[in-house]
């Protein structure tokens, strides 16, 4: 078994944007396919949510810090140590746009609260 890896990061106004516009991106539903390939499987409204495909999982979770909050990553990858290593390396970038775009929509959504 691999160990969790966590990643932070910040994101992209235009998705925000199309996402405010998109309600089924904000109603959440157990068993919602997401990202083309996972499935929802668990959350908490303003807390977390977490995905799973083949042996992967991912949660991706808000946390308070400070004056605001930071949104986290933790991947579980049930393949041999030295496969999951590879495949969290080899997904780092994409894992980056991921949370830039989901803070980007956090604060378009929190904005649209105000």
Request: hydrophobic share 45%; aromatic share 4%; charged share 20%.
């Amino acid at each position: 078994m691999s160990r969790p890896t966590a990643t932070t990061c910040s994101t992209d106004s235009a998705a925000a944007a199309r996402a405010a516009a998109t309600p089924e991106l904000t109603e959440l539903e157990v068993g919602q396919r997401f990202m083309s390939q996972f499935d929802l499987v668990s959350f908490v409204p303003d807390g977390h949510i977490t995905l799973v495909t083949g042996k992967i999982c991912v949660t991706y979770a808000v946390r308070p810090e400070g004056s605001g909050t930071r949104l986290v990553v933790r991947m579980h990858c049930g393949a041999p140590w030295i496969v999951a290593r590879a495949l969290a390396l080899g997904d780092l970038v994409m894992m980056r746009k991921q949370l830039l775009t989901l803070k980007n929509l956090a604060e378009a959504e929190q904005r649209t609260r105000a």
